[in-house]
């Protein structure tokens, strides 16, 4: 039986540091990397490819968003189940994207397409993959500190990562019994493209990024360990935790006054 890793938004960011994580430390015979950059996602296999005994790595071109998107993934797994048996070992739901700007002035149609993305790919994802997980198989899916409070500025990149993170802490409740983790990520600031495809163009790096290498390694270590809400900076944990007496409407009021986020949406 073929043992698969699936890792979507694998190549940037911090997708394509869950690949190199997880290749160098998998019981998966196989990784499957699911993105739409088709050279991008080569560039990553190559990467793993140079060191010698890792798991075989597929590459995926495939735009996952929407109703679509989740069909596409659907058909890809019947097939592969044609040309041998698999059983999906670990799901990171990791593509998605943000945009920078109110939400007057940022274009409606990207707005939806977020949703369609962060929201019901990563939803029909693990549905898809339901019926291939197993006794001891895990899913990731990546939210963001952004989920624990409506934030001005962020306005549906902050629901959609609240829905992220309610819905994986839900599907942990029902999946225990099937002896399958789930775990949702939520990190601050991270280096990688967010910004620069969040603000299209006007910011090209994450203000006061993290390095994703230490984000995705203590991920990994505590979904191993069955942990359903990861942080990791302190500071992290402390904004997480001061969410919770900060009302709503007074976040994302101040946030919308004082954390303009530029965008060059037209
Ligand atoms: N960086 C941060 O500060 C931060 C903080 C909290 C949470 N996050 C979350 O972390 C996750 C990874 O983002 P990142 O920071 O690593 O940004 P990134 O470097 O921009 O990576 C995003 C990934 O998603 C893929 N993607 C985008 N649209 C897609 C689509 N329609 N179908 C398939 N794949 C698609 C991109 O690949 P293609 O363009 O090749 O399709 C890319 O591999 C996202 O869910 C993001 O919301 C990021």
């Given at each position: 039986?073929?043992?698969?890793?699936?890792?979507?938004?694998?190549?940037?960011?911090?997708?394509?540091?869950?690949?190199?994580?997880?290749a160098n430390d998998t019981e998966s015979s196989e990784i499957w990397l699911f993105a739409?950059?088709?050279?991008?996602?080569?560039?990553?296999?190559?990467?793993?490819?140079?060191?010698?005994?890792?798991?075989?790595?597929?590459?995926?071109?495939?735009?996952?968003?929407?109703?679509?998107?989740?069909?596409?993934?659907?058909?890809?797994?019947?097939?592969?189940?044609?040309?041998?048996?698999?059983?999906?070992?670990?799901?990171?739901?990791?593509?998605?994207?943000?945009?920078?700007?109110?939400?007057?002035?940022?274009?409606?149609?990207?707005?939806?397409?977020?949703?369609?993305?962060?929201?019901?790919?990563?939803?029909?994802?693990?549905?898809?993959?339901?019926?291939?997980?197993?006794?001891?198989?895990?899913?990731?899916?990546?939210?963001?500190?952004?989920?624990?409070?409506?934030?001005?500025?962020?306005?549906?990149?902050?629901?959609?990562?609240?829905?992220?993170?309610?819905?994986?802490?839900?599907?942990?409740?029902?999946?225990?019994?099937?002896?399958?983790?789930?775990?949702?990520?939520?990190?601050?600031?991270?280096?990688?493209?967010?910004?620069?495809?969040?603000?299209?163009?006007?910011?090209?790096?994450?203000?006061?990024?993290?390095?994703?290498?230490?984000?995705?390694?203590?991920?990994?270590?505590?979904?191993?360990?069955?942990?359903?809400?990861?942080?990791?900076?302190?500071?992290?944990?402390?904004?997480?935790?001061?969410?919770?007496?900060?009302?709503?409407?007074?976040?994302?009021?101040?946030?919308?006054?004082?954390?303009?986020?530029?965008?060059?949406?037209?």
């Amino acid at each position: 039986m073929r043992k698969i890793t699936i890792i979507t938004g694998a190549s940037s960011g911090m997708g394509a540091e869950f690949a190199r994580q997880i290749a160098n430390d998998t019981e998966s015979s196989e990784i499957w990397l699911f993105a739409r950059n088709k050279e991008k996602l080569d560039s990553v296999k190559e990467e793993i490819d140079k060191k010698a005994g890792l798991p075989q790595i597929k590459c995926v071109p495939m735009n996952l968003s929407g109703k679509e998107g989740v069909a596409l993934f659907k058909t890809f797994l019947a097939t592969e189940k044609i040309s041998g048996a698999f059983e999906i070992d670990l799901l990171v739901n990791n593509a998605g994207f943000g945009t920078y700007g109110e939400f007057a002035t940022t274009p409606l149609e990207k707005e939806l397409e977020m949703i369609d993305l962060n929201c019901t790919s990563l939803t029909g994802l693990c549905g898809a993959a339901l019926p291939y997980l197993h006794k001891n198989s895990s899913i990731i899916n990546v939210a963001s500190l952004a989920a624990f409070l409506p934030l001005g500025n962020f306005a549906v990149y902050a629901a959609t990562k609240a829905y992220v993170l309610s819905f994986s802490v839900a599907l942990a409740a029902e999946l225990k019994d099937k002896g399958i983790k789930v775990s949702a990520l939520c990190p601050g600031s991270v280096s990688t493209d967010f910004a620069n495809v969040a603000s299209n163009g006007a910011r090209k790096e994450v203000l006061h990024g993290k390095d994703p290498v230490a984000v995705v390694a203590h991920c990994l270590k505590k979904a191993k360990k069955g942990k359903r809400i990861i942080l990791w900076a302190k500071k992290w944990k402390f904004t997480a935790f001061m969410s919770r007496f900060i009302g709503r409407y007074l976040g994302a009021r101040y946030t919308y006054k004082y954390n303009k986020r530029p965008s060059e949406w037209s």
